[in-house]
């Protein structure tokens, strides 16, 4: 088993940042990927950022240029760095870690974003 921690959501104003922190409980070997997804109320959820194994990075287009994923191997910890925010990015962020062997998906308890306009 493995425990998902987040912290660092809050109320910012438009134009401002946050960082989320997602620290597991224990090292796992054998992952594929960690990533950050995202729900707003009524809406599906959604992926935000996402890292492999091998530290390759990934983002849809609605963030792309404004977040960046990034992780501490020594800390078990993968972090968003959230910048120039819009209020449409307001939702409940979720940690997620994506095991390989065997293959599981740990999700976080989540942390809530709210932009200001």
């Known amino acids: 088993q493995v425990q998902l921690v987040e912290s660092g959501g809050g109320l910012v104003q438009a134009g401002g940042s946050l960082r989320l922190s997602c620290a597991a409980s224990?090292?796992?070997?054998?992952?594929?990927?960690m990533g950050w997804y995202r729900q707003a109320p009524g809406k599906q959820r959604e992926l935000v950022a996402r890292?492999?194994?091998?530290?390759?990075?990934n983002y849809p287009d609605s963030v792309k240029g404004r977040f960046t994923i990034s992780r501490d191997n020594a800390k078990n910890t993968v972090y968003l760095q959230m910048n120039s925010l819009k209020p449409e990015d307001t939702a409940v962020y979720y940690c997620?870690?994506?095991?390989?062997?065997?293959?599981?998906?740990?999700w976080g308890q989540g942390t809530q974003v709210t932009v200001s306009s």
């Open positions: 224990r090292r796992v070997v054998s992952f594929n990927a």
């Open positions: 890292i492999t194994s091998g530290g390759a990075a």
């Open positions: 997620n870690l994506d095991v390989r062997l065997p293959p599981y998906d740990y």
